[in-house]
């Protein structure tokens, strides 16, 4: 079975390919992931602290005009100061990190389970989800931005739409994305053992 290197256009990155892509490596980006979910859930964490309680737009999975407009209000001036200068900082950094964890991992094991370059093309846009995702992401901490910047005038309709759908179809691609990940990886597993299997039984024995 022979692996054919991934079409750098793909992912934009040059350097990434499946003769030097590794199980460590995706290791280190699992790592990397998981580090950045915890800042930015740290960062969450400190917005709310300084806030009094006030919750991050950012984890609901849309917000109406009135809600948005309360809840900078509730945030006070520490708050939305500590929301646009930590928080969507950290989240837009955190972006970056899982598209290409998922990117890379799912590719990692899409080229393994569809070694063929006929199967390959078929199944490699999925790996543009993530990465579809974090460009939501950012469009969503831009708005977000924006609204703290002009507060206390309300956000106008176009920009609180515009930053509901973003929301909204990050969640959706962020999660399939996991699950993709997930089922790719019990697929690769459940083909290992199946060759191992096959190997075993076809080493004689005495």
């Not at 991934?6 to 003769?19: A, D, E, Q, T, Y």
């Not at 109406?64 to 900078?72: F, G, P, V, W």
């Not at 019990?186 to 060759?195: D, H, P, Q």
Request: proline fraction near 4%.
């Amino acid at each position: 079975m022979t692996n054919h290197p991934i079409n750098p256009k793909i992912l934009g990155v040059k350097s990434l390919s499946m003769r030097t892509m590794r199980p460590r490596h995706i290791g280190g980006l699992l790592v990397l992931f998981l580090l950045g979910m915890t800042a930015m859930r740290l960062a969450a964490s400190y917005v709310s602290l300084v806030s009094g309680g006030a919750e991050i737009l950012d984890l609901n999975f849309g917000n109406e005009a009135t809600y948005i407009h309360n809840t900078l209000f509730a945030l006070g001036g520490s708050g939305r100061d500590a929301y646009l200068h930590v928080y969507l900082l950290i989240d837009a950094c955190y972006a970056v990190i899982y598209a290409v964890f998922y990117a890379c991992t799912m590719a990692f094991f899409l080229r393994r389970i569809a070694p063929e370059r006929w199967e390959w093309k078929r199944v490699r846009w999925v790996i543009l989800l993530p990465m579809v995702a974090a460009a939501c992401d950012w469009w969503e901490n831009i708005s977000f931005a924006r609204m703290i910047l002009q507060f206390p005038t309300p956000a106008s309709q176009l920009l609180v739409t515009s930053a509901t759908i973003a929301t909204m179809t990050k969640f959706i691609l962020v999660y399939l994305s996991l699950l993709l990940v997930l089922g790719l990886a019990a697929g690769w597993i459940v083909l290992r053992l199946r060759a191992r299997r096959r190997q075993q039984l076809k080493t004689p024995t005495g």
